[in-house]
Each structure stands twice: as C-alpha cells, then as structure tokens.
C-alpha cells in the first residue's frame, strides 16, 4: 500500500511513497480578507490508523482542489516534512507534510476493508473549561443533540452589523450540556468554522457507548422556541468614562455599554503564567506552576496569557482597564505565546505598544485607520 507508514518519516525531503485517506480536507482564508487563502489543510491517515496534518500553500491550490477529495485513499511522494505547528494542532504528531507543485498523486481504487476513516482525541465536556485559551491542539468532543435554536439575526457587541446566529445543544453521558454556537453562513447550514468538521452517527466505539449509556432515556431533539425573534437586539448605549465610573457595579452588573476612549497608557506588565484548568495566576513549583486559587491548586504546566492593564479616557476623564486573553488577541492578532517567543524578556511587543494613542472603529484597533478613538464595549463591573 505504500513504501512506508507515518510514522517512518523524517524531516527534511520525502521521495518515498505514503498511502493516506484524505481524512478531512479545509481551506484557511486570511481573517481580514475572506478572498486571501493562507493554505488548505488535511488530515492523513494511514492503514493502521496513524495521523499526520498536512498543508498546500496557494502556489500549488489549485492543482490539489481537483486533485483531492475528503474521504478518498492517495499513493503521496515527493513532499517535504517538517515540525509541526505550535498552534492550532488537529492530530498529535511533532511532525507535519507540505505538498508542493512537485508532489506526485495517485488515486487507490481497491482500498482494504480496514482502512481507517477518521482519527479524533476526545475532551469530556466537563473538562471544555481547562481548554479555554488553550491553542496547541483543536479540541474533539462528542455527545447527544438536545436542543437546536431558530436562527436569529443579532448585532453582537462591539460590531456595527447585524450577524446570523444559532445555538446547537449536546449533552454528555453524564448529563453534562455544552452550547455549541454558529454564526453567520454556519448558522444556517450547521456548519462550524473552517477546521471545523460534525460527524452524525458515527459507527464508531465512543458513539456507540455513549448511546448505549443513555439506553431508552434518550429525548427527541428539542427545537428551542426561546430563540425565535428574528429582528436584531438593539445597540448598546453610548456613554463616556464619567458616566460609567460612577455607575453601581451590582446594579448594572449584566448591561453592556460603549464607551469610546483613547488608550493613553499600558503597564509594562502584558502577559502572566495562568493555569492550565482555572486559568488563574500560576506561581513556580518546583520545577512546575501551582494554582494559586485554593480550590484548585493545579499543578502542572501554565499556559501563558494576555492580561493587559492600560489607562484609557476621553474628553470627560481617564479610568483603569484591565483586558484579557482573546480580547487582547483581537487587538495584537497574535497569541500570548506567540508575542512571548518573538521579544526579549522584559520588552513590551510593537503589537502592544502601538495601541497607544490608537484611533479606530472597532476593538480591532491595530487593523483600522486612525479617524476615530477606539470602541471597546465593556461591562461595568469591569
């Protein structure tokens, strides 16, 4: 079936022969331009089941767009191997394949029995917590459809235009229950985002425990009736740095407000050791992190996150704001890691630095013109 399995290779070029199933097949568009490819991706499986991430960067696209169909086994060769990527992994396997224009590609017609269709690590929904920020694998699940909403049309925080959205519930073994949101094109034909892929009944052991589990108990999917407004929620209020700092946090705890304001300073302090489960402070243990949330104390290794003290204002005062994880990442369009691995100890990154006195339209102030000062849209408890 092929000169060698996936787990002979080794880095550098590759004229032996590899017989895979292109497991799962996607396209990666450029976040700020849905007409940019950045590359497509697949899963590879060989026939005893083991995995490999493979890449097509654009140069060669459109020869394998034709080429290659998800579910279909290939005779690969002449292809590079390098280490896999630090983020965003969909198989555990430290090494990766990049076709190129040189890559030779054979259809398998008479394909065994036994060749694997699909490969997935599995998280337990009661563990989804601990994966928050967590970026060096995609994460797996699996459970039981309960309830699927309507889809309703809203304008979510921060933005100016109005985005399709539908939630869809599943549950696990242990009654466990996990809303799983699409937006936009996704919302309608439930689908999630590129690297996303939903399989429906799988013939496979996990899927048949876990029906077997749940024996004659097992409900008709609920259609969520709660979410049938399709008008867009309204805006939220305007209001400036003097207007929210007197507000009463216990009062307005659950209201959201825009406020618009320039960022006049940044603590030198960006980023911290957080905890892998809580994602709370983690201090050194030994030659580990420990929680330093009492009810935690998880020791392990931390995962590194943005935390992001600046003081911002506007014409009517200056006030404290404290932003984290994502909400720094939409600015800096990098991870914390990332921004770690890419400056000296101590220096504050030119993604970080640039915010200041940055005008903008939206929280992505780093991508905008400067025309406006920027909008974060914030909770007054905050």
Request: aromatic share 10%; charged share 20%.
């Amino acid at each position: 079936m092929g000169d060698v399995l996936i787990p002979s290779l080794m880095t550098g070029d590759c004229n032996d022969t590899i017989c895979v199933r292109a497991s799962r097949f996607w396209e990666f568009y450029d976040l700020n331009d849905e007409t940019k490819l950045l590359h497509a991706d697949l899963v590879l499986l060989d026939e005893e089941g083991n995995s490999i991430h493979a890449q097509i960067y654009p140069n060669a696209f459109q020869r394998f767009k034709t080429l290659i169909k998800e579910g279909n086994v290939y005779n690969l060769a002449c292809f590079w191997v390098k280490k896999s990527n630090d983020k965003y992994k969909p198989v555990t396997n430290e090494n990766m394949i990049s076709l190129s224009t040189w890559t030779t590609i054979e259809v398998v017609v008479e394909i065994p029995h036994a060749f694997p269709m699909f490969t997935y690590s599995l998280t337990p929904i009661e563990q989804l917590p601990s994966r928050v920020d967590y970026t060096e694998y995609f994460t797996d699940v699996i459970g039981i459809v309960t309830a699927i909403s309507n889809v309703i049309t809203l304008r979510a925080r921060g933005r100016q235009n109005d985005s399709l959205k539908r939630v869809v519930t599943i549950c696990s073994e242990s009654n466990a229950s996990m809303d799983v949101v699409l937006w936009a094109s996704g919302a309608v034909t439930l689908a999630g985002n590129s690297p996303c892929k939903w399989y429906i009944n799988l013939d496979v052991p996990e899927a048949r425990a876990l029906l077997s589990s749940i024996g004659n108990t097992n409900q008709p999917i609920r259609w969520d009736q709660q979410m049938t407004p399709t008008k867009a929620t309204p805006a939220v209020e305007h209001k400036n740095i003097s207007e929210i700092k007197d507000l009463n946090p216990f009062k307005y705890k659950k209201m959201d407000f825009l406020v618009t304001m320039t960022i006049r300073n940044i603590d030198s302090s960006w980023w911290y050791n957080s905890c892998y489960k809580c994602v709370k402070t983690a201090k050194p243990y030994g030659d580990l992190y420990k929680c330093t949330d009492s009810e935690c104390n998880y020791i392990g290794k931390p995962v590194q996150r943005n935390k992001l003290s600046m003081i911002a204002g506007d014409e009517t005062g200056d006030t404290d704001f404290i932003m984290f994880g994502r909400w720094v990442q939409r600015l800096t369009k990098k991870t914390a890691d990332t921004l770690i691995a890419e400056n000296p100890q101590g220096f504050i990154p030119n993604e970080i630095t640039r915010l200041l006195e940055k005008k903008s339209n939206s929280m992505s102030a780093s991508q905008k013109t400067q025309q406006a000062p920027t909008k974060f849209a914030s909770r007054s408890m905050q």
